[in-house]
């Protein structure tokens, strides 16, 4: 389980092939001094598993699965990523509750900036527009941000220069591809909204 609050930019160091999975090894100048074998830490919004570390760089294995549905195999070497290492009890819970399970990749839109703050519209795929609300929270790339207009195909957030700057939105190109990760809560409601019965098979039952 995460925040959202992202505690460190790593650089991408080095990738190689791990059957048919892949191994990145990345350098974590901070979180490394802490960091344990098994600990999990979310990398740009996926959870992965720390299965080596090497002064301050850290290795995590990747799963087809992982490949597949997450922006992680498009990486290229030197790229910045986003780090958090998972919540603890006890922790401050500043952002909102994130599980590292990302849904779906969206892009890049547009880039609108306004006296040191930017509005960025993102695109999100068919199936996930209904978890994302106007006020609603969404997980992008691993950051908790409040979601400010929610369309059918895309939505916008509206970003302050600390988040700019301490995170790879600061840096991100019109284009690019993004991990996201909607609100739990709207998952779960709208699963059960599902699998209710409806009221005419209710009363049939009745």
């Given at each position: 389980?995460?925040?959202?609050?992202?505690?460190?930019?790593?650089?991408?160091?080095?990738?190689?092939?791990?059957?048919?999975?892949?191994?990145?090894?990345?350098?974590?100048?901070?979180?490394?001094?802490?960091?344990?074998?098994?600990?999990?830490?979310?990398?740009?919004?996926?959870?992965?598993?720390?299965?080596?570390?090497?002064?301050?760089?850290?290795?995590?294995?990747?799963?087809?699965?992982?490949?597949?549905?997450?922006?992680?195999?498009?990486?290229?070497?030197?790229?910045?990523?986003?780090?958090?290492?998972?919540?603890?009890?006890?922790?401050?819970?500043?952002?909102?509750?994130?599980?590292?399970?990302?849904?779906?990749?969206?892009?890049?839109?547009?880039?609108?900036?306004?006296?040191?703050?930017?509005?960025?519209?993102?695109?999100?795929?068919?199936?996930?527009?209904?978890?994302?609300?106007?006020?609603?929270?969404?997980?992008?790339?691993?950051?908790?941000?409040?979601?400010?207009?929610?369309?059918?195909?895309?939505?916008?957030?509206?970003?302050?220069?600390?988040?700019?700057?301490?995170?790879?939105?600061?840096?991100?190109?019109?284009g690019t591809p993004v991990n996201l990760e909607t609100d739990m809560l709207a998952r779960y409601l709208a699963r059960i909204v599902a699998m209710a019965p409806s009221p005419?098979?209710?009363?049939?039952?009745?």
């Amino acid at each position: 389980m995460f925040t959202g609050l992202i505690q460190e930019l790593g650089e991408l160091a080095r990738v190689a092939p791990r059957g048919a999975g892949k191994s990145l090894w990345i350098e974590l100048p901070v979180l490394s001094r802490s960091a344990k074998l098994g600990d999990s830490i979310a990398i740009n919004g996926t959870c992965l598993t720390v299965v080596e570390i090497e002064g301050p760089t850290v290795r995590f294995d990747l799963s087809p699965e992982t490949l597949a549905m997450t922006t992680l195999s498009q990486l290229s070497l030197k790229a910045m990523v986003n780090v958090e290492p998972s919540l603890r009890a006890g922790d401050p819970l500043g952002g909102h509750f994130v599980q590292g399970h990302v849904d779906g990749v969206g892009e890049l839109l547009e880039r609108m900036p306004q006296d040191g703050f930017e509005t960025f519209r993102f695109s999100v795929p068919p199936g996930l527009a209904k978890f994302v609300a106007g006020k609603g929270s969404i997980a992008v790339d691993g950051i908790s941000l409040t979601v400010v207009e929610a369309c059918e195909d895309s939505f916008t957030v509206a970003l302050i220069p600390h988040t700019l700057q301490c995170t790879n939105l600061g840096r991100m190109r019109v284009g690019t591809p993004v991990n996201l990760e909607t609100d739990m809560l709207a998952r779960y409601l709208a699963r059960i909204v599902a699998m209710a019965p409806s009221p005419a098979r209710a009363g049939e039952q009745a």
